[in-house]
């Protein structure tokens, strides 16, 4: 009927592969005009689906029960029942349905329109080839016209089969929506399925190649009715898979609703062409120059590297150069070859090879006959390897090696041969150099008989293990041999067995002459040891000798030695003075007045510098120690005479006594030193014996230099823990950060903030009115064991370390605060005239960097600087007068006045201090001390007060303790004080409260004698 929605009864599955496209569609076309002329109606139902839908009705189901397609396709068989449909009938179809089973029945059914009419429906399963059920067909007919057709049909679909199974390739069928109506036995086998499996399954169903499946949806969007092309397809067969080619022809059939693919396995074709691509590959990138001719000698390919080598671009070039003879360097070789190939055989040599440009190449030339399958001679290959380069290398390595014998022969090394019992068979001519003996002299000779006597049994015992292992090289340490003059020569030696090398035959021997590397060995082992200078030892050789003086006080506890450390006094003054030059001379001239004192089996060792230290062997006590020093100590004081110079110099010497304490040579030098230091404390030019107490001062300096950093890492910890970094040699004291810890209540007393270091302050005090006009802030430590420690103490040793900087700017920064402190307060004091004068150390003024951290400082607090002064000490500042001055300048900008501290005691410049920007003198307490008594003192701090008042300075008298100091001072017009008369330095509470002492009542002079300040 043509309707398009009853599917076509091919499109079902029961027809297999193909062959010939038109035999096969006729077949079809055949089969599907039967079932639609037939006069019995034919339904088909899925026996897969629930409720066994019908999926195919012929024509004449539709004229017999006045139903279309349309309304027929996808119901069950029930529509067609009426309410006096016999019940058991439909059992008993129902049953088949269910089981599976065949049946055949006489049924009252109902057209469209109403009518009945009686038919004989004859249900037949249809199963897979598994055996499970699929279809259903319903036959209403006679028995004998449905079995003509479906004999008709078997017959026909027989016949198809047979002549698909003909075709040798792989025969699909695929319908529009992309599914496999049928394919042959050879596609199915090629799956290891069977061809049912197919029918109904989607193309992509096995995984196979997505090229193949993107070529199917391709051609069924196009309008193209056949196609071919080559695919690859990876076929799947269980778990494994494989890869084939194939060439696939396809064609349309049935209006465009199937299609007919056809594919011939070309997979073995394209492994050939691959294969002779690589092949082609292989030919183009070898490093060989590879050329073809035909059978005729006519030149016809040749490679990439045919034509770097010969120069010759192509293949028609080199043709028409002249082909395959032009190369040839001797055209003789080209007909050689040719008849050598025509003759059956191959071709191999070396050859000399003209290029295009006429380079001659030397070549390995390898020539074959091209045969095809007959065994017949159709061309000729030939692969040129360029030697040209390797065969330089070998005439160089015969050159080489003729140079090698001729080094061999005229070398500096003695080349030996020994039989295998160390007789000699051959010698070079270098020997006669090296030892003197005529080269007849010495063949045939034993060269044991040449060896140091106590040295042949040492080479005896390496030639024994050189005779055991062939062909293993074995050092021979150094030994004497005797020259022909008699005296011994030093000779190292690599001796190697070569007797079972035919071309040797014995024992090679390479002596090396050492002679004069052991002389310049000896020569570097006393420098080593002896100082450059003076020659005397060195601190290796001291030390060396120390320890064997150990060791025999070890064996002998009566043994004693002692050691005396010396160092010149006052050495630096001549150094810089005469210069280095003549420094070095006195230094040399001490070394040889040291040696004139010394005892037989004593050492005198300089460690550097103008340190020396002798070691006084096998001594009867500490006197003969003490004399032995005070006999140097006079033989230094001598005067020396350089170079017109007439130089005195004297020497401080320690003196350290050996003893059973001392397990080390350090350890006897550390206390010789501490002697030596206190010998400097004590006055210099004397001597001083190393005593138990020493020791313990030394140790204490030491732990109190390292209790000074971790106070001063403490002090950095109070403000890391705040993230507000402060650590050596940097700036960061802020401000900011002591208010935040104040804000953040932590207090001083929590351990883990507690901070080490405290500032007090000293009142300055105007001798006119008594009152307080400024301090000084001095800094405490507050050691966690010995409790407040005195400046005297660890002021020196922070500026020695450089501990002193972030120190200072710590002060720098706490005085800041509390100017901002007492300014906040309401105090009876005048505050803008209030002032906070802090020391600069030397370290500090010396720092590049000190301006920039006392600017962050000030910006970080914002402190007034009128309110701010600096101290300096005066050898401080007159070290280097220009650089002062230029400092000094700066921190003027800044708006801070600057003070001469300890005026007096340096040698201060009048030109210098004319131009330095200062604004106050402080009178050093040495002068003021002695006030009281008539005198140069009285005089010299008139001179400082009318010298101040001249260069328009005001004066400040430090160290006033009494009345007496006091009345003198005020008479000689100085305007301030400071010291214990007004005030001893007071911590910042005890300050505060100094100042909120009414000023229009009692002056701190009464103040200071009724109010005892205690030091807290």
Not at 74 to 89: E, I, K
Not at 732 to 751: H, Q, T
Not at 905 to 926: A, C, E, Q, V
Request: glycine share 8%; hydrophobic share 40%.
């Amino acid at each position: 009927m043509g309707n398009r929605e009853n599917q076509s009864i091919s499109n079902l599955g029961e027809v297999g592969g193909g062959g010939d496209r038109n035999i096969a569609s006729e077949a079809l076309w055949l089969r599907d005009r039967a079932l639609a002329t037939t006069s019995n109606a034919i339904i088909i139902a899925d026996a897969r689906a629930p409720d066994y839908p019908i999926i195919y009705c012929n024509p004449a189901f539709e004229r017999i029960t006045g139903y279309c397609a349309r309304e027929i396709l996808g119901r069950n068989c029930r529509f067609l029942q009426g309410p006096d449909t016999d019940r058991a009938t439909v059992a008993n179809i129902r049953n088949a349905l269910s089981k599976g089973l065949e049946c055949a029945v006489i049924i009252k059914n109902y057209r469209k329109d109403g009518t009945p009419f009686w038919n004989k429906l004859s249900l037949s399963p249809v199963q897979d080839h598994r055996g499970n059920l699929t279809h259903f067909v319903g036959t209403l007919s006679d028995l004998s016209e449905r079995i003509e057709v479906q004999e008709a049909l078997q017959q026909a679909n027989d016949q198809l089969q047979t002549i698909l199974e003909a075709v040798p390739g792989i025969v699909s069928w695929i319908s529009s929506d992309f599914r496999y109506l049928g394919v042959n036995h050879h596609l199915a086998k090629l799956h290891g399925l069977l061809p049912s499996a197919f029918v109904g399954q989607d193309i992509g169903f096995l995984g196979a190649s997505s090229d193949f499946d993107s070529f199917v949806r391709e051609f069924f969007a196009s309008d193209a009715t056949e196609t071919v092309k080559e695919l690859s397809a990876n076929v799947k067969t269980g778990s494994s898979q494989s890869a084939g080619h194939y060439l696939i022809v396809a064609q349309k059939y049935d209006g465009g609703k199937a299609a007919c693919l056809v594919g011939i396995d070309i997979t073995e074709r394209k492994r050939a062409e691959e294969a002779l691509v690589l092949t082609r590959k292989a030919v183009e990138s070898s490093s060989d120059a590879i050329g073809m001719a035909d059978v005729s000698g006519t030149h016809i390919y040749q490679n990439q590297a045919f034509s770097q080598l010969f120069e010759y671009s192509t293949a028609t070039e080199f043709k028409l150069a002249g082909g395959i003879p032009c190369v040839f360097a001797d055209p003789t070789v080209a007909s050689e070859i040719l008849e050598t190939i025509a003759q059956g055989y191959s071709w191999c040599g070396e050859v000399a090879n003209r290029t295009k440009s006429g380079r001659i190449l030397q070549v390995l030339l390898r020539a074959d006959a091209i045969k095809d399958q007959t065994g017949q001679i159709v061309g000729l290959i030939y692969i040129n390897t360029d030697i040209t380069d390797r065969k330089r290398t070998e005439q160089e390595l015969r050159q080489s090696e003729k140079r090698f014998r001729s080094l061999i022969e005229n070398g500096r090394d003695i080349i030996v041969i020994l039989d295998e019992k160390g007789f000699c068979r051959y010698v070079s001519p270098s020997q006669e150099r090296i030892l003197g003996y005529p080269t007849a002299e010495v063949l045939g000779r034993s060269v044991f008989e040449l060896i140091h006597p106590d040295e042949v049994p040492m080479v005896a015992q390496v030639f024994k293990g050189v005779i055991e292992m062939p062909r293993i090289g074995l050092g021979l340490a150094e030994y004497r041999v005797r020259h022909k003059d008699g005296f011994w020569c030093i000779l190292e030696a690599l001796a190697t067995n070569l007797l079972d090398e035919p071309s040797v035959r014995g024992i090679v021997v390479n002596c090396h002459d050492v002679t004069e590397r052991k002389v310049a060995e000896d020569q570097l082992l006393h420098d080593a040891l002896h100082d450059a200078l003076t020659e005397l030892p060195n601190r290796a050789l001291l030390t060396d000798r120390l320890s064997q003086a150990f060791a025999r006080v070890k064996r002998h506890p009566n043994y004693q030695f002692a050691v005396l450390f010396l160092d010149l006094d006052r050495f630096k003054v001549i150094n810089v003075s005469l210069g280095h030059r003549m420094g070095d001379r006195l230094l040399v001239a001490i070394a040889r007045r040291l040696l004139t004192c010394l005892r037989p089996g004593d050492t005198a060792a300089r460690l550097g510098g103008d340190e020396f230290v002798i070691l006084l062997e096998e001594i009867q006590g500490v006197e003969e120690a003490i004399a032995q020093a005070k006999e140097i100590q006079k033989a230094i004081e001598q005067p020396l005479h350089l170079e017109g110079n007439k130089v005195s110099i004297t020497a401080s010497i320690g003196i350290a006594l050996s003893s059973g304490e001392y397990q080390w040579p350090g350890d006897i030098l550390r206390d010789a030193d501490i002697a030596m230091y206190r010998a400097k404390a004590l006055g210099k030019a004397r001597y001083e014996v190393f005593t138990s107490a020493m020791h313990i001062r030394a140790v204490a300096l030491m732990h109190l230099e390292h209790d000074l950093r971790q106070s001063v890492e403490e002090l950095n910890l109070k403000y890391s823990m705040l993230n507000l970094g402060f650590g050596v040699g940097e700036s960061s004291l802020l401000y900011e950060a002591d208010r935040k810890l104040e804000r953040s209540k932590l207090s001083i007393s929590n351990p883990k903030l507690e901070c080490p270091f405290t500032v007090y302050y000293q009142p300055i005090v105007s001798l006119k009115t008594g009152l307080v006009v400024g301090f000084e802030a001095l800094v405490r430590w507050l050691h966690p064991e010995r409790g407040l420690v005195s400046p005297m103490e660890f002021i020196a040793m922070a500026e020695e370390t450089g501990l002193i900087m972030p120190l200072g700017l710590w002060v720098l920064s706490e005085s800041c605060r509390q100017i901002i402190k007492w300014q906040r307060l309401e105090l009876p004091v005048e505050k803008s005239l209030l002032t906070v004068a802090v020391n600069l150390s030397g370290r500090q003024f010396a720092e590049p960097d000190s301006i920039d951290q006392i600017k962050q400082v000030l910006q970080e607090t914002g402190v007034d600087t009128r309110c701010l002064k600096l101290e300096i000490t005066e050898s401080v500042v007159m070290e280097d007068g220009e650089a002062a001055a230029a400092m000094l300048s700066q921190l003027r900008e800044l708006g801070i006045e600057l003070c001469i501290d300890d005026f007096g005691t340096g040698y201060s410049s009048l030109s210098y201090l004319h131009k330095f920007p200062i604004h106050t003198l402080k009178i050093d307490r040495s002068f003021v001390s002695r006030i009281g008594a008539a005198g140069e003192n009285l005089e010299i701090v008139r001179a400082i007060v009318m010298l101040a008042r001249s260069l328009g300075m005001e004066v400040v008298a430090e160290g006033v303790e009494t009345p007496v100091q006091l009345a003198q001072l005020r008479d000689l017009g100085c305007e301030y004080g400071q010291g214990y008369f007004f005030s001893r330095p007071l911590d910042s509470e005890a300050a505060t409260a100094l100042l909120s002492r009414s000023p229009n009542g009692n002056s701190i002079y009464s103040l200071s004698q009724v109010d005892e300040v205690q030091y807290n």
